[in-house]
Antibody, heavy 122, light 110 residues
Framework: QVQVVESGGGVVQPGRSLRLSCAAF????????MHWVRKAPGKGLEWVAFISYDGSNNYYADSVKGRFSISRDNSKNTLYLQMNSLRAEDTAVYFC???????????????WGQGTLVSVSS | QSALTQPASVSGSPGQSITISCTGT?????????VSWYQHHPGKAPKLMIN???KRPSGVSNRFSGSTSGSTASLTISGLQAEDEADYYCCSYAGSSTYVFGTGTKVTVL
């Protein structure tokens, strides 16, 4: 059964760092591109970052470019999001999601986790 | 990367049909037939309902259908049921491996 499970959220002060993880189960993780998507309180979903199946390519939303870094460890079936220089506006539930294409892109997200909450506050 | 425009709320009675619009630009919805739709019950994982504009994944009710015309995509829910009450988001590929979501629509079953 395909499943992705996020972890690592918590309360952090502005300007500090946090690393999120997303563990993948039930599929060949190394063959699928992955994304991070977030939802701030009272706001809609926002795409955050993409990483190719082999980790060779990554892209970011303008709102996080230069501060966030997406990576993956295919030997551990785990996706990461390193978040630096956090701001109050980064407060959100962060979801990881899979692109369903096997070593190709299908340009949508078929499996999502339930998310992990990041709260940036002094 | 401006969010796609959706109505904030849409409502209907059980059994009725409703349509949610999703308006983008020539840089996203208008350039790629790659709009997807997601149902989100708060506190749960979002669920894919439509991909590539009009394709329904296995397991999604045929009461859900999607279409695109120019820079506007639409999701129609027919035979509205209480379980359809949720937030709905469109999403479009926007080029250079980036994506843009819609502002979200709260569907209420009266």
């Amino acid at each position: 059964q395909v499943q992705v499970v996020e972890s690592g959220g918590g309360v952090v002060q502005p300007g500090r760092s946090l690393r999120l993880s997303c563990a993948a189960f039930g599929f060949t993780f190394s063959s699928y591109a992955m994304h991070w998507v977030r939802k701030a309180p009272g706001k809609g979903l926002e795409w955050v970052a993409f990483i190719s199946y082999d980790g060779s390519n990554n892209y970011y939303a303008d709102s996080v470019k230069g501060r966030f870094s997406i990576s993956r460890d295919n030997s551990k079936n785990t996706l990461y999001l390193q978040m630096n220089s956090l701001r109050a506006e980064d407060t959100a539930v962060y979801f990881c999601a899979r692109d369903p294409g096997w070593k190709v892109l299908r340009y949508h997200f078929d499996y999502w986790g339930q998310g992990t909450l990041v709260s940036v506050s002094s | 990367q401006s969010a796609l425009t959706q109505p904030a709320s849409v409502s209907g009675s059980p059994g009725q049909s409703i349509t949610i619009s999703c308006t983008g630009t020539s840089s996203d919805v208008g350039s790629y037939n790659l709009v997807s739709w997601y149902q989100h019950h708060p506190g749960k994982a979002p669920k894919l309902m439509i991909n590539e504009g009009s394709k329904r994944p296995s397991g999604v009710s045929n009461r859900f259908s999607g279409s695109t015309s120019g820079s506007t995509a639409s999701l129609t829910i027919s035979g509205l049921q209480a379980e359809d009450e949720a937030d709905y988001y469109c999403c479009s590929y926007a080029g250079s491996s980036t994506y843009v979501f819609g502002t979200g629509t709260k569907v209420t079953v009266l």
